[in-house]
């Protein structure tokens, strides 16, 4: 029976305990340590979908949390892995319940087994079955998906007290320095040490991105592996069965990523693609469930006027911009740079607990501020910049008179330079917003004691 072969190959740990769950890499992302703990914990009633761009490490992840299970000694036959996207299913679209309750399982029966499932996407009605499952067993379920579309969607019917949902994007800079040096040992508060041992790795992640395969390889292969390994797979392979033109899509996110942090103009996109309204923002909508784009929206308290706003657009990662520049040398060009340190700024700001991140732009569109950060430490405004100059005096008054319109406590230059205050502004070097985003909460000293 296919299913036996399957499982037998994709858990080695059954034949033998010692053996490792593939190719593993020794270091943890942060994330892997929350999962694991959810997992093991009172939260592991639920069960937890993580879900992100295709090459991000979602794999990965569930055989590191696989290779945890059995350090901590549990009983090899309780793990069972199993992806649901594997070339050998062919056209066969299993059930949740065809692996869960398929009575070839090794190991004790009536023991809670630890099911690590890849890819739940291409399981038929997935959602009803991981439903049925958690509210029937007392088993433990850890599922990726590649699409947060089909996962919103199924979450509505079926997500609610069943799972937690949990993002996993490109590598941040935390856990890029931990696996190009190498250290597994060293927590989130301890990162900036090893940027001081490894300063030419930010350098290298602002240029590459944080996609984990490409980490310390060579910047134009790399390039040209995320075109064809990730963005190309991503949108010919995922939205083909969606019945979009997906030459069409491609233009679009092709667009998208080349222009990185804009406000996208829609009649012109239109006309560029030959298509029309609706059908250009369903393609946009089938673009943000790869988790390859983000929107931005902007900063307004009236409902109705955001309505009627225009989002900004951001690459997921500064290595997709990399990768789609035509230029030879990306990094290197000053326009192209200023995208890469936006991209990395909010890539980094979206990760704050419990905060809103925005744009804020004028009716006129003569005063504009990168980001406007909300959160339980208060409200930032946020400028960015590949710079190492201070900024022109015209922008310091309009980061002042933005942070006096949104109510904003803080005001921030994140740039290329060292760390200083200068009329109330926090000059944040871009390696400090990467490893301590909460930092652009910070206020000046003098200003607390007013």
Not at 117 to 143: N, Q
Not at 410 to 434: A, D, M, N, Q
Request: charged fraction near 30%; proline fraction near 6%; hydrophobic fraction near 40%.
């Amino acid at each position: 029976m296919l299913i036996v072969s399957v499982l037998d190959d994709l858990n080695p740990w059954w034949r033998n305990r010692s053996a490792a769950p593939g190719n593993v890499p020794p270091v943890r992302r942060f994330l892997e340590r929350e999962v694991l703990a959810r997992l093991l914990g009172d939260a592991g009633r639920r069960a937890t979908v993580v879900y992100g761009p295709r090459q991000v490490g979602k794999s990965v992840l569930l055989l590191q949390v696989a290779e945890d299970l059995l350090a901590q000694g549990c009983d090899a036959h309780r793990i069972v892995y199993f992806d649901f996207s594997d070339d050998r299913l062919g056209t066969k679209r299993l059930s949740l319940r065809d692996v869960a309750s398929f009575e070839g399982l090794p190991g004790p029966t009536g023991k809670t087994r630890f099911f690590l499932l890849d890819e739940v996407e291409h399981a038929s009605d997935w959602a009803g079955a991981l439903k049925h499952l958690v509210d029937g067993t007392r088993d433990r379920f850890l599922t990726t998906s590649s699409s947060s579309g089909h996962l919103r969607q199924k979450g509505r019917e079926s997500g609610p007290g069943r799972w937690d949902e949990l993002l996993i994007e490109p590598m941040s800079l935390g856990d890029y320095l931990r696996v190009y040096t190498g250290r597994n040992d060293v927590g989130s508060h301890q990162v900036m040490s090893l940027l001081l041992s490894a300063p030419e790795a930010l350098e290298r992640y602002i240029a590459g991105g944080g996609f984990p395969e490409f980490v310390g390889k060579d910047l134009p292969e790399s390039r040209r592996r995320l075109r064809d390994d990730i963005a190309e797979r991503a949108i010919l392979r995922d939205l083909l069965r969606s019945g979009a033109d997906v030459d069409r899509v491609r233009d679009l996110f092709l667009y998208a990523v080349q222009h990185s942090g804009a406000i996208q103009d829609p009649s012109r996109i239109q006309r560029d693609l030959g298509a029309d309204r609706r059908t250009v923002a369903e393609w946009k909508r089938l673009l943000f469930d790869t988790c390859l784009l983000v929107p931005l929206e902007p900063f307004t308290s009236i409902g109705r006027r955001r309505l009627r706003s225009h989002p900004k657009v951001y690459a997921a990662d500064p290595g997709l911009i990399s990768a789609f520049s035509p230029l030879p040398s990306p990094h290197r060009d000053g326009d192209v740079r200023g995208r890469l340190f936006e991209a990395a700024a909010f890539r980094h700001l979206r990760e704050l607990p419990d905060c809103t991140a925005s744009f804020y732009r004028d009716a006129r569109g003569e005063v504009e501020v990168d980001f406007v950060v909300s959160g339980p430490l208060g409200t930032a405004v946020v400028e960015v910049t590949s710079s190492a100059s201070p900024l022109q005096e015209q922008k310091t008054l309009s980061l002042d008179r933005v942070a006096g319109k949104v109510g904003a406590a803080s005001r921030c230059v994140v740039y290329g330079g060292r760390e200083e205050w200068r009329g109330g502004i926090h000059f944040l070097p871009v390696e400090k917003l990467l490893l301590e985003p909460a930092a652009v909460f910070e206020t000046h000293q003098e200003e607390r004691h007013e």
